[in-house]
């Protein structure tokens, strides 16, 4: 059932010597390598392996291998890409609107489309994803964003701003669905979570160092006869393309071809990521799960119910982020400072829940809960949007974006990892969290046009509109948790009356997490 998945990650090999120098060298390094994944998926796939026999390594050093190996290059992706995302909001303070002549419609309609393209292209990507592999994908379409980005800079109009931002949707599509599938493919559920706030915490230190960045580049207004602003997207969209060339010599594939573990270590990284979530059938058999692609795998993930309830968990949060990635220069600006001050009392909001959203999600996965820690910080980002709303002194205001940041990123990882944890399957688990994170990032097209100019200084209608979501979060949320309590009872009471017995390993495996052998997390 593997057979497929094996010769994928040995083609990994195999396509590396069409380009090599050294042909003949290169075709026995490739056979060696293709060996080497065959024996590791054999044993890993083999009756007989158990986590008995991985007994004598050490996992916390495996883990701090990947850690070191993944993370930091991950991080550094996925900062960019918030960074060209969300600095058209620092661009906008800094005169852009001014300069190109658009009106506060258009400027939230260049918010707006990007989501459009944004949405459609992502599932598509995370399935080229595996084929493709990710050394190469995701440089390539982060090459890709970063010229958008840099051409952004020499716009004349609106005209121009709304197609780029078209396209910078389209190119940017692939990163956060991409490497969120990613992680998957190295790390089980109980320490996704911890991983997925390390690199999504990068989107906090953008948003501080979007500030900072954008404080100093301004500086150059009137530099080669570009405005400031013009600077921002074109400095930062070099900065892109070059940490992209970094990454094609970086990143790894899969844990079958790292080279930074041995032999054994890849085998139990790829046989512990098989059996997760998973409950032994009697004699003590697990049951894979499976990983050759089928379009009905794909399917099932646009079929099942989790996925479309956590769509409005996922807006709960993702509509106070763009919220707050977006306009938060522009609100704390209304509050009577200037721009420059504006832009740098982001930076402590920001690097506080980025530091609050590692902890929680260090937290959870050593507890094994999911929806607890969601469900408190939705509603503490609905206290800070209700302080917002009920008062106009500036400092209370400022606190309540305060206390709504730190509830937003800790809670965004987490529902990502809750979701990712839920779904069995290395394709559907593809297709669905990127279904989840692109169908769910409308809710940044809806956020772009919440917080009007003309509803300046307060933004009444825009904090009311982030609680109304919050609100269909939480109710999202309970549905979901007790949606999988009683499924779990459900299984428990079928497999107490041998109800695995019905089914092949091979039925079972290819059920996913539909399987009577699967346990939901909450």
């Not at 493919?185 to 953008?206: G, T």
């Not at 917080?451 to 509109?465: E, F, I, M, Q, V």
Request: proline share 3%; with cysteine; charged share 15%.
């Amino acid at each position: 059932m593997d057979r497929i998945h094996t010769s994928e990650k040995a083609d990994v090999a195999q396509e590396e010597v069409v380009s090599h120098p050294h042909h003949h060298e290169a075709k026995h390094h490739t056979h060696k390598i293709s060996a080497e994944v065959e024996r590791i998926d054999a044993i890993a796939l083999a009756p007989e392996t158990t986590m008995e026999t991985f007994a004598h390594l050490d996992q916390k050093k495996i883990l701090r291998k990947m850690d070191m190996r993944l993370i930091p290059m991950l991080a550094l992706l996925y900062l960019l890409s918030f960074l060209d995302r969300g600095n058209i909001g620092n661009a906008k303070i800094e005169g852009m609107t001014e300069d190109l002549n658009i009106k506060p419609d258009q400027y939230n309609w260049c918010l707006t489309v990007f989501f459009f393209t944004y949405c459609v292209f992502e599932v598509p990507s995370n399935l080229l994803l595996k084929k493709l592999r990710p050394s190469r994908w995701l440089p390539f379409i982060m090459v890709s964003w970063g010229i958008v980005m840099t051409l952004m800079g020499i716009v004349q109009g609106y005209g121009g701003l709304l197609a780029a931002r078209i396209f910078l949707g389209v190119t940017e599509a692939g990163l956060f669905p991409g490497v969120a599938y990613y992680l998957t493919m190295w790390y089980v559920r109980e320490e996704i979570q911890f991983r997925q706030a390390l690199f999504f915490s990068a989107a906090s230190v953008a948003g501080a160092f979007s500030g900072l960045l954008a404080f100093g580049i301004s500086k150059m207004d009137g530099v080669g006869g570009y405005e400031g602003w013009r600077w921002i997207f074109i400095l930062e969209g070099i900065l892109t393309v070059i940490v992209a060339a970094l990454a094609f010599f970086v990143l790894h594939d899969f844990p079958e071809t790292a080279t930074f573990l041995t032999e054994e270590e890849r085998a139990f990284v790829v046989w512990r990521l098989k059996y997760q979530g998973q409950v032994q059938v009697k004699g003590g058999a697990a049951v894979a799960q499976a990983e050759e692609f089928k379009w009905k795998y794909v399917w099932q993930a646009f079929t099942d119910w989790q996925i479309w309830v956590n769509l409005f968990v996922y807006w709960g949060i993702v509509c106070p982020l763009y919220g707050i990635s977006l306009f938060l220069p522009t609100i704390i600006r209304t509050l009577g400072y200037t721009s420059s001050k504006a832009q740098l009392m982001t930076v402590p909001i920001y690097i506080t829940a980025s530091i609050l959203a590692v902890v929680v999600a260090w937290t959870s996965d050593r507890v094994g809960k999911r929806s607890p820690f969601i469900i408190g910080f939705l509603f503490l980002m609905a206290t800070g949007f209700i302080m917002c709303i009920s008062s106009s002194n500036p400092h209370v205001v400022y606190a309540g974006v305060f206390l709504a940041a730190c509830g937003i990123y800790p809670s965004f990882p987490g529902n990502i990892a809750w979701l990712s944890n839920n779904m069995a399957g290395s394709y559907k688990r593809s297709a669905g969290m990127a279904l989840q994170i692109g169908v769910g990032n409308l809710g940044g097209a809806m956020a772009s046009n919440f917080y009007r100019a003309k509803d300046s200084p307060h933004y009444t209608l825009g904090h009311a509109l982030e609680l109304g979501f919050i609100g269909v979060g939480i109710i999202a949320a309970f549905i979901q948790v007790f949606g999988y309590k009683r499924i779990n009872r459900n299984r428990e009471r079928k497999m107490a009356e041998g109800g695995e017995s019905l089914f092949t390993a091979e039925e079972m495996s290819a059920q996913g997490d539909k399987s009577v052998t699967f346990r939901y997390v909450y």
